[in-house]
C-alpha cells in the first residue's frame, strides 16, 4: 500500500475556511486490502479533519482519499505537521505527511509606495498621490491615515 506521494504534501489553508484535499492511494498487491481506516496523528486538538474514503481497496487498483481540514479562525496555532496513517484488517499500513501552514483571516494593508517624498513652497500646498490596498484575507475597518508633523 502506498500513497502516491510518499514525501507529503504542504498546504496553505485559509484560517476559519474548509480546505479540500486529494491524496491517491495504489495497493502494489495482487491481494485485496478491506476495513480501511485513517487516522491524523499530531494534528491540534483545535483543528479537524474529516475523511472521505473508501473501505476496501483491491489488489493492484487505486483510489482516490478525500479530505476537509478545517482550522478555526480562533486557533492559536498557525503552523503545524501532522500524519494521515491508513491500516486495513490485513495489517497493512501507509503514512502521509502534511504540512499546514495557515493564512490567519486579517488585513495586509500594502502601499504602492515605501516612500513619500515631494517637495513644497511655503503656503502652497502639493497633492502626493498614492495608492493602499488591502492584500489580506478580511476586510481593514477603521483605517485611518495619519500625516507627519512638519
Same mark, same amino acid.
Given at each position: 500500500?502506498?500513497?502516491?506521494?510518499?514525501?507529503?504534501?504542504? &498546504?496553505?489553508?485559509?484560517?476559519?475556511?474548509?480546505?479540500?484535499?486529494?491524496?491517491?492511494? $495504489?495497493?502494489?498487491?495482487?491481494?485485496?486490502?478491506?476495513?480501511? =481506516?485513517? =487516522?491524523?496523528?499530531?494534528?491540534?486538538?483545535?483543528? =479537524?479533519?474529516?475523511?472521505?474514503?473508501?473501505?476496501?481497496?483491491?489488489?493492484?487498483?487505486?483510489?482516490?482519499?478525500?479530505?476537509?481540514?478545517? #482550522?478555526? =479562525?480562533?486557533?492559536? $496555532?498557525?503552523?503545524?505537521?501532522?500524519?494521515?496513517?491508513?491500516?486495513?484488517?490485513?495489517?497493512?499500513? !501507509?503514512?502521509?505527511?502534511?504540512?499546514?501552514?495557515?493564512?490567519?483571516?486579517?488585513?495586509?494593508?500594502?502601499?504602492?509606495?515605501?516612500? &513619500?517624498?515631494?517637495?513644497?513652497?511655503?503656503?502652497?500646498?502639493?497633492?502626493?498621490? &498614492?495608492?493602499? $490596498?488591502?492584500?489580506? $484575507?478580511?476586510? !481593514?475597518?477603521? #483605517?485611518?491615515?495619519?500625516?507627519?508633523?512638519?
Amino acid at each position: 500500500m502506498l500513497f502516491r506521494s510518499d514525501i507529503g504534501a504542504a &498546504i496553505r489553508p485559509d484560517a476559519g475556511v474548509p480546505y479540500n484535499g486529494v491524496v491517491e492511494l $495504489r495497493n502494489l498487491s495482487d491481494l485485496p486490502v478491506t476495513n480501511l =481506516s485513517f =487516522s491524523a496523528d499530531g494534528l491540534p486538538p483545535d483543528w =479537524s479533519l474529516q475523511i472521505q474514503a473508501d473501505s476496501s481497496l483491491d489488489g493492484f487498483k487505486t483510489t482516490q482519499i478525500r479530505y476537509q481540514l478545517l #482550522v478555526p =479562525s480562533s486557533s492559536a $496555532r498557525l503552523r503545524d505537521d501532522f500524519v494521515l496513517r491508513l491500516t486495513s484488517q490485513e495489517g497493512v499500513t !501507509a503514512s502521509y505527511q502534511l504540512s499546514a501552514e495557515v493564512v490567519p483571516l486579517a488585513p495586509k494593508l500594502v502601499a504602492s509606495q515605501n516612500l &513619500i517624498a515631494s517637495g513644497m513652497q511655503v503656503g502652497d500646498q502639493t497633492l502626493v498621490p &498614492i495608492t493602499i $490596498r488591502n492584500e489580506g $484575507r478580511a476586510a !481593514a475597518t477603521n #483605517v485611518r491615515l495619519l500625516l507627519p508633523d512638519l
